[in-house]
């Protein structure tokens, strides 16, 4: 049988695995998934699962709460933008109001192809990073494919979501930056913004992601774990902070 080094030790090779199979492996079994890219960088599945999610859960956001109320909750939450609001006519208000009701909607039904834009830049910075800091002689491909099943904890997060939305749970004060308590940042509704934002990323679902995003960084570059969490969390630390920096400045 073949064998694949994996963090510098050679193991193995496990059968190929179809795309279902690396899916549901994902979640039970992920080492299996994360070598198996060694072979095939496919990611189709997990992308079209995510948009598929994705469309349900904009759809559900459209139908139980309404992106005027959405929209109307995101500029109460940025004093800001709320000071600006108020200067202007009624007219001038509703215009504005209906302009961003419009983004705030596309941009929720385009999240799978945001996804996508995201999943990109990480991998770009992963494929860097491993490849001319450690060494390592990973593809762009793997690293995306890496990501995009990395992410899929995301979809039981989605699920919930959309859920609760049916259910009418908590619909009059529906928060779609923090929809669900799966993170700190949920319940200090009155805490500043910008702390509500970095403590949304301690998301269960999205710690997951991390640590299977580290696990699959260390097979596909054949590093060991601690490496490539120094070099995958650290990323993920540069991105709360300037996130929640950001959200700071915005007000």
């Not at 109320?69 to 109001?97: F, G, H, I, K, W």
């Not at 601690?226 to 902070?241: T, Y």
């Amino acid at each position: 049988m073949e064998e694949v080094t994996v963090a510098g030790e050679s193991v193995p090779a496990v059968k190929s695995l179809s795309q279902t199979e690396r899916v549901v492996d994902i979640f039970v079994a992920p080492s299996k998934t994360f070598t198996d890219i060694l072979r095939s960088t496919s990611w189709w599945l997990p992308f079209l699962l995510m948009v598929v999610a994705s469309a349900a859960m904009a759809f559900s956001i459209d139908r139980k709460v309404g992106f005027d109320r959405v929209t109307e909750q995101a500029v109460m939450q940025n004093p800001q933008a709320a000071d600006q609001l108020a200067q202007l006519t009624p007219q001038q208000r509703a215009v504005r109001m209906s302009v961003a009701t419009v983004i705030t909607r596309d941009s929720v039904y385009a999240s799978g192809v945001l996804l996508l834009v995201m999943a990109a830049v990480t991998a770009l910075l992963m494929w860097v990073s491993f490849n001319f800091g450690l060494g390592a002689q990973t593809t762009f491909g793997q690293n995306l494919a890496v990501f995009l099943y990395a992410y899929l904890p995301h979809l039981f997060l989605v699920v919930i979501e959309i859920v609760l939305l049916w259910l009418g749970v908590n619909t009059e004060n529906f928060d779609i930056n923090f929809p669900v308590g799966t993170n700190p940042g949920y319940y200090l509704s009155d805490a500043p913004h910008w702390i509500r934002t970095g403590l949304g990323f301690l998301d269960l679902f999205g710690l997951w992601s991390l640590a299977l995003m580290v696990l699959g960084m260390a097979i596909i570059s054949r590093k060991s774990k601690a490496q490539a969490a120094v070099v995958v969390v650290g990323w993920w630390l540069m991105a709360v902070l300037v996130t929640a920096g950001l959200t700071a400045v915005r007000g």
